[in-house]
């Protein structure tokens, strides 16, 4: 099996946002709660509307996987690692933590 991206060195992803880069940025708003921010809402909505959204997403990288491009597909597995990090804020996880049970 071949790995799409296994190749990928850290110079083609000078532009890209990393999981940490995304959860920093994330956490930065959970603090300074910008008006009009989805994360804030998401965060505020609680954990069982957050927990909901992951449900909706992890069923939409099924669909995509299934029937969708590589790169719709792609998509949607970054809107699901969003409200996952989103549930690791609201929950007071770090990666450090999640990353323990990797």
Do not use: C
């Amino acid at each position: 099996m071949t790995v799409r991206g296994a190749g990928v060195t850290p110079s083609t992803l000078d532009h890209v946002k990393t999981f940490d880069d995304l959860f920093a940025e994330l956490s930065e708003k959970a603090v300074s709660r910008p008006e009009g921010s989805g994360t804030v809402a998401e965060l505020d909505a609680g954990v069982h509307a957050i927990g909901k959204k992951i449900v909706e997403e992890a069923a939409e990288v099924w669909m995509a996987a299934e029937f969708q491009s590589n790169d719709e597909a792609a998509e949607e597995i970054s809107q699901l690692i969003y409200h996952l990090q989103v549930m690791m804020i609201a929950k007071g996880l770090s990666p450090a933590d999640v990353y323990r049970h990797l």
